[in-house]
């Protein structure tokens, strides 16, 4: 009886040693270094995540990067409800804290999640390449309202290219300039420079869609929109 209790704890201990090798293992996975965070973000269809504000992100980002706030976790929510979760997302931010903080929750909503370890500031202590310019001029609020006191109907696309949501409602509004451009003046702001105008409009999320008709609000709404939904809006 002793010999097979012995040997019974022998064989739990080696799977508990197993088991925990397993689990260090798969959480030294999910963090890589620069040169290989790199390596791994050149795949196809690959999803970039930048947990930083946009302020931040209009500094400098990684090329064909996402934007969503982990510190505004509406925004976060919001935006990162869009993403794939048949593809891995790589997160990043300034120095791998907040982004730390984002993978984990991303990954109890069921995403496979990798971060930038030492984040952007590691990134380019590697000397690899960012992209944005925080020096980019803003639309005029007084060049706003002419646009929409000049033409009869207008529909307002506040949002970004780092914004999954917006980028996700790309095709529609493709579809939209298409079969209604005839008609329709479509004024784009740029969530993440355009702040005075975005304030003058009483914004609150990427994305946001406004219709204007003679100069005066005449719907609104954020978020996915479908197609009929803009239709029957601009009738």
């Not at 020096?135 to 005029?140: D, E, L, R, T």
């Not at 790309?170 to 329709?184: E, M, N």
């Not at 914004?203 to 005449?218: A, C, M, R």
Request: contains cysteine.
């Amino acid at each position: 009886m002793k010999n097979v209790f012995f040997a019974s704890l022998f064989t739990l201990a080696i799977s508990l040693v197993s088991c925990a090798q397993g689990n260090k293992e798969t959480k030294l996975l999910s963090t890589l270094p620069a040169n290989e965070f790199q390596i791994a973000i050149q795949k196809q269809n690959v999803q970039v995540l930048d947990v930083r504000t946009a302020t931040e992100f209009s500094r400098g980002h990684i090329k064909n990067a996402l934007q969503a706030n982990w510190n505004d976790l509406k925004e976060f929510e919001s935006r990162t409800q869009d993403l794939d979760k048949k593809t891995t997302v790589y997160v990043y931010c300034q120095v791998g804290g907040r982004s730390a903080a984002a993978q984990s929750y991303l990954i109890e909503k069921g995403f496979k999640v990798v971060n930038l370890e030492g984040g952007l500031s590691n990134w380019k202590m590697n000397n690899l390449p960012v992209e944005g310019n925080a020096n980019v001029q803003q639309m005029m609020v007084s060049d706003y309202d002419k646009v929409l006191a000049s033409n009869n109907l207008v529909l307002v696309d506040i949002g970004a290219s780092w914004c999954p949501p917006c980028r996700k409602m790309q095709p529609t509004l493709d579809q939209i300039k298409k079969t209604q451009g005839a008609k329709l003046y479509f004024l784009a702001v740029d969530g993440g420079v355009d702040m005075d105008v975005m304030k003058h409009v009483n914004f609150e999320t990427l994305p946001t869609y406004i219709i204007y008709k003679n100069g005066k609000e005449v719907w609104r709404k954020s978020g996915i929109v479908e197609e009929a939904e803009f239709t029957k809006a601009l009738q």
